[in-house]
């Protein structure tokens, strides 16, 4: 399903399930063929997922040239696993009656193997062969060109688009062998050890034996993405015309009432219109335990009703709803590449060429050196047959693929695989303060007003304040409930210092003590009862009206529970925390000892957070922010990884890396445990397939592995990449009491 790009208005993307790829070399042709169409600005395509992503300009090519250029590349799009909205059913049926005849294909061929393996056991034992050659021959052609004809239409598809890939290997090393025996059977020259249908045939076997283990690995591995699809329930029900109605998910409007019963998933988000109960949201944030909801809360798609009935007006459907960014964000991060990828495609795209090559040598080499042309011959078929470009075309994406799916489930979202390789480096997390390790939910703390009219004040700064979607902002206005409020004008803020505006036609500056230096007004009057009011981590917003300072108002923003638990989490990672943020020093002292943080800068502007985290890079390497709101965007995008809490703006949440579903500081250290196990077993992956290769091709050459051996080394590889991908699923996030233990809290934090 296409839809408008984000990040250029004049693109599309198109997400589509693409069917035949078997190696690293098909899908780094197929992005080829997909990177040359006219009108596609960008093309990724995950032989792991069996995807590809395209972003195209719709002005110059069409959905369906795009799949016409796959299916001309020698693969087929698969409709049912296309788009955000995919047929998960139909996908499912499609994969499992898929596997069935696969398995029916494997049978058949071991059956038709196995007399030509006992006849050449029977043959090294010295005994005589219970099949003729004819009979050998017979058997042989039946899987060679029956079951073995996906290998050669693999092949032909491949070559015909300009390069090689597994297939081609696999044709060369049986199509050799089978052609040489059948030659000497045809021609009457067929006599003891000098016929190879055993090892065509074996190689073709266990080469489907391995394809249908990692068929049914990558199935596993792609299974977190289905199960968050699945939390989309397909149906509404809503109110239209004072009747309950039945609808498809997809068709609820903005605004409408939807219907809630106990017990159901909620199917859009919305806000609570009349009801109260308890909501599991552990599949969307990660949340353990259900959390109460009443009118006015929000709810979030994919999450389960509890025990009461709920009215909820739709503010967000389908693919715009949470859940619907949650399953793009891993879809996209899944189909993303990381840096070390480049370097496995540049070797995937010259592999088989290269392979042959080898083989070709290795032939001569026996041929001209040893005259040995018959162990030439197959030590050749033995080197054509045991390269595998597919484990090493699996090892980071199969590795992304578990990863970023098991740190959704966690209530974590990676943006990409670049940002899930650069977070296992990080060695210094700068946090913002306000909103990130404090609840960013200040309430009214104190009143200061030179004149001592405090109630005035309030309403001034309240006034001033109306519409504002700061956390500070909000939280005057709600003091003054109650309170008749003057109009306000010309409202300008100022990030990082405070706002300017006209209440009732007056100038009003509100903000930081630095704001009032740059306008020329003299803080000191209030000097001593402010810096008391900062002792206890209390946030001072100075007012002035015109040129005369009329007091200030504190705000006390309660410490987020778990901040200190994590900020010692990260201490014993060996990661180094600091504090970046607009606030007074002394607030943000206070609250820098109550958390862990040595390292505070405060009072700086939003421009100033990038060049301190410059500092930071300079001093440590990798860095990280961590922030949640509009003014942290600047920061969170110059930061090497950015991390936004999922409670914070949208400008924060596209401008980081990774999103902590959670506003939860204890979530950072679990994000960048998985970030580290996932980058472990991507290094594990490719250290296995390039070590592989490197070993087994020279043995074969040397004519130290069979055919038949080989065969069964190729398909394992690949396979073991795929498993050991999903020994990522046995990750468990840090217990509460370790995470205790590090940070020597009481249970009670």
């Known amino acids: 399903m296409a839809s408008p790009s984000s990040s250029d208005i004049r693109f599309a993307d198109l997400s589509l399930g693409v069917n035949g790829m078997t190696c690293a070399a098909?899908?780094?042709?197929?992005?080829?063929?997909l990177g040359r169409v006219e009108g596609v600005e960008r093309a990724l395509v995950s032989l792991a997922a069996e995807r590809a992503d395209i972003r195209y300009d719709p002005a110059r090519v069409s959905p369906q040239a795009l799949e016409a250029a796959i299916v001309r590349a020698g693969f087929a799009p698969d409709p049912a696993r296309s788009g955000e909205d995919e047929d998960l059913d139909r996908a499912e049926a499609e994969r499992t009656a898929r596997g069935r005849r696969d398995i029916r294909l494997l049978v058949l061929s071991a059956a038709l193997t196995l007399p030509l393996m006992l006849d050449m056991g029977l043959e090294m034992a010295g005994e005589q062969a219970l099949l003729p050659p004819w009979g050998q021959l017979v058997l042989a052609t039946l899987v060679q060109f029956a079951i073995g004809a996906r290998f050669y239409s693999g092949a032909w598809a491949s070559l015909r688009g300009g390069a090689g890939n597994m297939d081609v290997l696999v044709v060369m090393g049986t199509s050799a062998a089978f052609g040489l025996s059948a030659f000497r059977v045809l021609t009457g020259d067929a006599h003891h050890g000098n016929l190879y249908f055993e090892g065509s045939a074996t190689v073709i076997t266990l080469v489907l034996l391995g394809k249908a283990l990692e068929n049914r690995a990558r199935h596993s591995a792609a299974g977190s993405i289905r199960a968050l699809m699945r939390l989309k329930p397909a149906t509404a029900r809503v109110e239209r015309d004072g009747i309950e109605i039945e609808v498809p998910a997809s068709l609820v409007g903005i605004g409408e009432t939807v219907v809630i019963r106990p017990g159901e998933r909620v199917p859009v988000?919305?806000?609570?219109?009349?009801?109260?109960?308890?909501?599991?949201?552990?599949?969307?944030?990660?949340?353990?335990?259900?959390?109460?909801?009443?009118?006015?809360?929000?709810?979030?798609?994919?999450?389960?009703?509890?025990?009461?009935?709920?009215?909820?007006?739709?503010?967000?459907?389908?693919?715009e709803s949470t859940i619907g960014r949650i399953i793009r964000l891993v879809r996209g991060a899944q189909a993303s590449k990381a840096p070390v990828q480049a370097l496995v495609d540049r070797v995937s795209?010259?592999?088989?060429?290269?392979?042959?090559?080898?083989?070709?040598?290795?032939?001569?080499?026996?041929?001209?050196?040893?005259?040995d042309g018959a162990t030439g011959f197959v030590a050749a078929i033995s080197v054509l047959v045991v390269a595998c470009p597919c484990a090493l075309g699996l090892a980071t994406p199969a590795g992304?693929?578990?990863?970023?799916?098991?740190?959704?489930?966690?209530?974590?979202?990676?943006?990409?695989?670049?940002?899930?390789?650069?977070?296992?480096?990080?060695?210094?997390?700068?946090?913002?303060?306000?909103?990130?390790?404090?609840?960013?939910?200040?309430?009214?703390?104190?009143?200061?007003?030179?004149?001592?009219?405090?109630?005035?004040?309030?309403?001034?700064?309240?006034?001033?304040?109306?519409?504002?979607?700061?956390?500070?902002?909000?939280?005057?206005?709600?003091?003054?409930?109650?309170?008749?409020?003057?109009?306000?004008?010309?409202?300008?803020?100022?990030?990082?210092?405070?706002?300017?505006?006209?209440?009732?036609?007056?100038?009003?500056?509100?903000?930081?003590?630095?704001?009032?230096?740059?306008?020329?007004?003299?803080?000191?009057?209030?000097?001593?009862?402010?810096?008391?009011?900062?002792?206890?981590?209390?946030?001072?917003?100075?007012?002035?009206?015109?040129?005369?300072?009329?007091?200030?108002?504190?705000?006390?923003?309660?410490?987020r529970p778990t901040a200190a638990v994590a900020i010692a989490a990260l201490k014993a990672?060996?990661?180094?925390?600091?504090?970046?943020?607009?606030?007074?020093?002394?607030?943000?002292?206070?609250?820098?000892?109550?958390?862990?943080?040595?390292?505070?800068?405060?009072?700086?502007?939003?421009?100033d957070k990038v060049a301190e985290l410059a500092r930071l890079r300079k001093e440590f390497g990798v860095v990280a922010m961590v922030g949640d709101g509009i003014n942290d965007a600047?920061?969170?995008?110059?930061?090497?990884?950015?991390?936004?809490?999922?409670?914070?703006?949208?400008?924060?949440?596209?401008?980081?890396?990774?999103?902590?579903?959670?506003?939860?500081?204890?979530?950072?250290?679990?994000?960048?445990?998985?970030?580290?196990?996932?980058?472990?077993?991507?290094?594990?992956?490719?250290?296995?397939?390039?070590?592989?290769?490197?070993i087994a091709l020279p043995a074969a050459a040397a004519g130290l592995l069979s055919p038949a051996i080989a065969g069964a080394a190729m398909a394992l590889s690949s396979v073991s990449v795929v498993t050991n991908a999903l020994l990522l699923k046995r990750w468990r996030p840090l217990s509460q009491s370790r995470l205790l233990a590090w940070s020597g809290s009481s249970p009670g934090l």
């Open 26 to 33: 098909c899908s780094t042709r197929l992005e080829r063929v």
């Open 269 to 319: 988000d919305g806000t609570i219109l009349d009801g109260d109960s308890t909501l599991d949201e552990s599949l969307v944030t990660g949340e353990s335990l259900p959390v109460e909801r009443g009118k006015g809360d929000a709810v979030v798609a994919g999450s389960v009703n509890g025990e009461g009935l709920l009215r909820v007006a739709a503010t967000g459907i389908g693919a």
């Open 349 to 371: 795209a010259i592999f088989v060429p290269v392979v042959v090559a080898l083989a070709a040598a290795t032939f001569l080499g026996w041929w001209g050196l040893a005259d």
């Open 400 to 559: 992304i693929m578990v990863g970023t799916g098991l740190a959704a489930r966690h209530g974590i979202l990676i943006k990409d695989a670049e940002s899930l390789e650069r977070a296992h480096k990080v060695a210094a997390i700068a946090f913002d303060k306000t909103g990130t390790l404090t609840e960013g939910h200040p309430a009214l703390a104190t009143l200061c007003a030179v004149d001592g009219d405090r109630t005035a004040l309030l309403r001034l700064v309240a006034s001033a304040q109306q519409g504002s979607e700061h956390p500070l902002g909000r939280a005057t206005v709600a003091a003054a409930e109650g309170l008749a409020l003057e109009p306000v004008n010309d409202f300008r803020a100022l990030p990082g210092r405070g706002l300017t505006a006209r209440v009732a036609g007056q100038s009003v500056i509100i903000g930081s003590r630095r704001l009032m230096e740059e306008s020329g007004i003299d803080p000191t009057p209030l000097a001593a009862a402010a810096e008391a009011e900062e002792a206890l981590g209390h946030t001072l917003m100075w007012v002035a009206a015109g040129t005369v300072l009329v007091g200030f108002i504190s705000l006390a923003d309660p410490i």
């Open 573 to 607: 990672m060996g990661i180094v925390p600091a504090m970046l943020t607009g606030d007074s020093p002394r607030a943000a002292q206070a609250v820098a000892r109550q958390v862990g943080i040595e390292r505070v800068y405060a009072g700086i502007l939003p421009e």
């Open 634 to 694: 600047p920061a969170l995008a110059a930061a090497d990884i950015g991390i936004a809490m999922g409670g914070g703006s949208d400008a924060a949440m596209q401008a980081a890396g990774l999103t902590l579903m959670r506003s939860d500081p204890a979530l950072l250290p679990q994000a960048l445990g998985i970030s580290r196990a996932t980058a472990a077993k991507i290094r594990q992956n490719l250290i296995w397939a390039f070590a592989y290769n490197l």
